[in-house]
Nanobody
Framework: VHLVESGGGLVQAGGSLRLSCVAS????????MGWYRQAPGKQRELVAR???????NYADSVRGRFTMSRDNANNRVYLQMNSLKPEDTAVYYC?????????????WGQGTQVTVSS
């Protein structure tokens, strides 16, 4: 599975950005997809994660401001980020979980930088 993100950039606090991720390869074996982020000096953390059936879990820090959506027909996920705060500044990574038989595999995109200025 190959993941490619797009849509990052620089935005002022209170602004919005929309991230996109497209998956290719063995997409039929993808189950969960999600967005994670990593700020300088911090561990990578969950932002939002959705199951194949569309059930989505959000980090408390973004709930109510961010919305994740999934387009299974086109192997895409999106992250709409509103009311952005400087603390949202991080590299955002697209994630996909592939399952084959009894094995699970994690795949990551290359990351896209989101910078929120105060």
């Amino acid at each position: 599975v190959h993941l490619v993100e797009s849509g990052g950039g620089l935005v002022q606090a209170g602004g919005s950005l929309r991230l996109s991720c497209v998956a290719s390869g063995s997409v039929g074996s993808i189950y969960d997809m999600g967005w994670y982020r990593q700020a300088p000096g911090k561990q990578r953390e969950l932002v939002a994660r959705t199951t194949r059936g569309g059930s989505t879990n959000y980090a408390d820090s973004v709930r109510g401001r961010f919305t994740m959506s999934r387009d299974n027909a086109n192997n895409r996920v999106y992250l709409q980020m509103n009311s952005l705060k400087p603390e949202d500044t991080a590299v955002y990574y697209c994630y996909a979980e592939m399952r084959e038989r009894l094995s699970r595999y994690d795949f990551w995109g290359q990351g896209t930088q989101v910078t929120v200025s105060s």
